[in-house]
């Protein structure tokens, strides 16, 4: 039987490779034939030693390409790439980077380790059972697993009391936030420097690409809440230059968590404050471009999202929110906002949340995907993303319980038609996309000669009741 020929195999996507069927050949002598058996024992030998450390699948696959416009549909389910969509998306993503947009692993060492990181065990195998040592969703044999290609490490502290915060969102009251953060940013910086044989603290898409390339998981970090700056931008400036001082890994900052901040109102707490946003919220988003920081509108009311859709003069992104329409409550993306994206003609990304309580119906993987296709109906294929928030969720759905589920949720959606661009797309290039955009934005300011805005929380802000 001949080899399959190229064009064939490109059509197919990729075909299980075959022996070449030589038929029965000439009778050869006692002696040579010792000589080839001896060979072939040899060749056995080294192929067996090249493989042992590596994985195999059910089936041995030639070198995987992608068929960038192909979908399954009733006509193509013969094509191996749909009847085997598990096994392709484990390829898909060998190729190309799953960057989740929202894990709280720093948040699981804060309140369950007490950041006391020699006792996480976040590199250990599982249990003869099954279970993991660790607590939580993510660690690193599981990643492994899911062929993860990293994520943004979310730099999350509680917000603070609102009676010692009050109303105008006192200067003191918001302190331990400020303190809170920073410990949580330095942690993420122990954790990546104690497993830096897997994780890469990145600053920018290219050192992402080179992460990537060099077999490390991308980590990049958000921070989620404004709270979390004290009312101060002075504080955004010191958090993005821990690390550096160009572009940061510092690459989202979530306006607000579930409480109202002086920049921003929440979608966890009424009435609202600023309708929408704050006046001295201009200054935090002029700050943001200029810093190649996104601003994230997950977690925050439906005015605050469409006035910063119209603020910003780079990209916009929600890094963990599921859609209103399938399950109707606050904290979700309602269609306005979506429909507000897909007019605007800034990029954006709109990632996915798995939170059993964000996505209702059957709570499970296929709940998951039913979010996924209803957001990209309205925004575009290119805009959608994954943003799981593992690690800061009580439930997960059936069949994406972890980490190690990623191929999961790519099968499906193999399974529904999207092509290779869109799912290489959905995995990671449409984030590193907006990082980029986000990139050019605040190198275009710099140009143009932008210098930080040392403008400070005052009583001229403090008194205000309009949103911008």
Not at 111 to 116: R, T
């Amino acid at each position: 039987m001949p080899l399959i020929p190229l064009d064939k195999r490109a059509k197919e996507g990729y075909l299980p490779l075959t022996a070449i069927d030589a038929g029965p050949g000439p009778k050869l002598s006692l002696k040579l034939r010792a000589k080839l058996a001896l060979c072939s024992a040899a060749l056995s030998l080294f192929i067996f030693v090249s493989l042992s450390s590596w994985s195999v699948p059910e089936v041995v696959y030639a070198v995987w390409q992608p068929n960038m416009d192909v979908r399954c549909d009733e006509t193509t389910l013969s094509n191996s790439r749909c009847r085997n969509s598990r096994m392709y998306a484990e390829q898909l993503l060998s190729k190309h980077p799953l960057i989740d947009g929202h894990v709280d692993v720093p948040a699981l060492a804060r309140y369950f380790y007490y950041n006391k990181l020699d006792e996480i065990p976040f590199d250990q195998p599982a249990f003869a059972n099954g279970s993991y040592p660790t607590k939580g969703h993510v660690d690193i044999p599981r990643l492994r697993a899911g062929k993860s290609g990293g994520f943004f490490w979310s730099a999350f502290v509680e917000c603070p009391d609102s009676v010692a915060v009050g109303k105008d969102f006192e200067h003191a009251g918001s302190q331990p936030a400020v303190r809170n953060t920073v410990e949580q940013l330095d942690v993420i910086k122990q954790m990546i420097g104690k497993y830096h044989k897997d994780f890469r603290l990145v600053s920018d898409v290219k050192s992402a690409r080179k992460a990537f390339k060099d077999g490390k998981l991308i980590s990049f970090i958000g921070i989620e809440g404004g709270h979390s700056l004290g009312n101060s931008l002075f504080a955004l400036r010191a958090f993005a230059s821990i690390f550096s001082t160009s572009f940061g890994p510092v690459r989202y900052l979530t306006l607000t968590h579930t409480c109202h901040n002086a920049f921003a109102d929440s979608a966890g707490e009424h009435p609202p404050r600023w309708n929408g946003l704050s006046p001295f919220a201009r200054h935090l988003v002029y700050e943001l471009n200029r810093l190649a920081i996104v601003p994230d509108i997950s977690h925050v009311s439906d005015d605050a999202a469409l006035q910063t859709i119209d603020m910003t003069r780079g990209p916009v992104m929600l890094s963990h929110s599921s859609a209103r329409a399938l399950k109707d409550i606050e904290r979700n993306v309602p269609d306005s906002v979506l429909n507000k994206l897909a007019a605007s003609k800034k990029d954006h990304i709109v990632m996915i949340n798995v939170y059993p309580g964000l996505i209702g119906g059957t709570e499970d993987l296929d709940q998951v995907v039913k979010h996924v296709e209803h957001v990209s109906s309205i925004v575009g294929r290119g805009h959608v993303g994954v943003g799981t928030d593992f690690d800061g969720i009580m439930s997960v759905p059936k069949g994406l319980e972890d980490v190690s589920h990623y191929p999961d949720l790519v099968a499906k959606l193999v399974e529904k038609g999207w092509t290779d661009r869109e799912l290489i797309g959905f995995v990671g290039e449409n984030v590193l996309r907006v990082l980029a955009d986000a990139e050019r934005v605040a190198l275009k300011m710099r140009k143009d000669g932008a210098q930080p805005d040392n403008t400070s929380w005052n009583d001229v802000f403090r008194s205000s009741t309009d949103g911008a």
